[in-house]
């Protein structure tokens, strides 16, 4: 069974600093996708990495994959309260179910 | 409709009964999935339609549930004698197979509580 540990999985943190979500993983994905999740909504699709080494920004986030295609990160520059929730990373094209694998995900929280 | 749509939104039931959970997928879409979230838990993969194709069936945790789609389209998952360790945020999410991204889009999730 495929795993991905995502770290750390509870942040609370003031408005305007900076933080990064770790994901990782023993297994090789051939891609990896980051999705946002606020309460009472199904997660949405941020971002996804396909290339090991790539790195992608969306305005003051930034996620890089791993280049073994292992791992991936997720830096928020200035973090603003409207960043709140629960962030999901989720590896596909590990074999097995077409089902995404999916982190037990890092709830974040922006104080203003 | 725009997006995925799941019905009923909550559910509170007895444990020991049946219940159903709707799914309407993006119109066109042809890959479905359902999803269990469980707090502290993240998303645990439970079923995959795709097409006229057999479900893949590997994430279901017991022969309690089983999951239907109907023309391609609605999907129903059914949990039979309902257990308390059921209690969770059921997602369905839908795709769109072919187009260059793994893009699913899911719906808002059904709340099942089993007191």
Do not use: M
Request: charged residues 20%.
């Amino acid at each position: 069974t495929q795993l991905l540990e995502q770290s750390p999985q509870f942040l609370s943190i003031q408005e305007g600093e900076n933080l990064t979500v770790y994901c990782n993983s023993s297994s090789v994905f051939s891609s990896l996708q980051w999705y946002r999740q606020e309460p009472g909504e199904g997660p949405v699709l941020l971002v996804t990495v396909v290339t090991g080494g790539e790195v992608k920004k969306l305005k003051r986030l930034t996620f890089q994959f791993g280049d073994a295609r292992k791992d991936s990160s997720l830096h928020i520059t200035a973090a603003q309260p409207g960043d709140t929730g629960l962030y999901l990373c989720a590896g596909a094209g590990g074999g097995g179910a077409d089902g995404l694998t999916f982190g037990k995900g890092t709830h974040l929280i922006i104080q203003p | 409709g725009a997006g995925v749509s799941q019905s009923p939104s909550n559910k509170v039931t007895e444990k020991g009964k049946d219940v159903e959970l709707r799914c309407d997928p993006i119109s066109g879409h042809t890959a479905l999935y359902w999803y269990r979230q469980s707090l502290g838990q993240g998303l645990e993969f439970l079923i995959y339609f795709q097409g006229n194709s057999a479900p893949d069936k590997s994430g279901l945790p017991s022969d309690r549930f089983s999951a239907e789609r109907t023309g391609g389209s609605v999907s129903t998952l059914t949990i039979q004698r309902t257990q308390q360790e059921d209690s969770a945020v059921y997602l369905c999410a839908s795709r769109f197979p072919g187009l260059a991204s793994d893009t699913q889009y899911f719906g808002p999730g059904t709340r099942l509580t089993v007191l």
